[in-house]
């Protein structure tokens, strides 16, 4: 029905794209750059809260935008379609759908945007994990098919698709752990043994695709268990490698 231009939630639905585009071309990512040095110095200066709060909008407007669209065309689409709000899981399906095809549309220009935010952090772990002797690790700890999975998180444009992929690599961090060491993966262990594949992985701006997760993961997806588990496991793993100097004093030396 969205692609049908002649329907209201088609219409509704190119329409709000083509008015992304157009005020994200206007929204240069050098003018976003700016306003985020210019937070920094706001907040490094200690000015008021309120001129950083002013700012702070600007710098997600390609995403906030991208709110209003799914938040526009799923309610439109269920105003036409109300059997599709008959259930819970009919309007999750109906949401889910809308989003990928937003995303399809608009992925790389809101991605651009999150990459812009996380820049320095991105570039500063990978940088720590560059210089990182990997020929110190035990490679018996190391799962194939997670380090796979993880690298084909970059690949999926939609919040359901990186969460599966997410999910799945704890699954084999989880399993290949508990195959090898003959016993299940404490909290902390995994913790370690997703930090030591995501340094292994070397996946590139990791702190920005867990920020798009942050920002799109809808709630009622994440309270399903498996997906909010695993979201909240790589925020914690990305969190230590981000603040660590010395990965193996401060993560894979330390006794669970």
Known sequence: ILNDKLSPPGHVYRAL????????SERTMADISDTIAKMEALTMSGEVKEEIEIEAPFIRSRRLDAHAIIKHVTATLLEVRPGLASSPLLTDMSATAVEGLVFGELYHSIFEEILEETKT????????????DTDILDWGDISQEA???LGLIPGAHTPVDKLWYAVSFLEHVSNHFTFSKRKAVSADSLLKMVCLHLVVANVPYMNAEILFLEEFARDERLLRGKEGYALVTLQASLHFLNASDDFMKDIFLVND
């Open 147 to 149: 380090l796979n999975t």
């Open 121 to 132: 952090i991105d570039k500063d772990l990978m940088a720590k994990i560059t210089s990182f």
């Open 17 to 24: 794209i083509k008015e992304h585009r157009k005020r994200s």
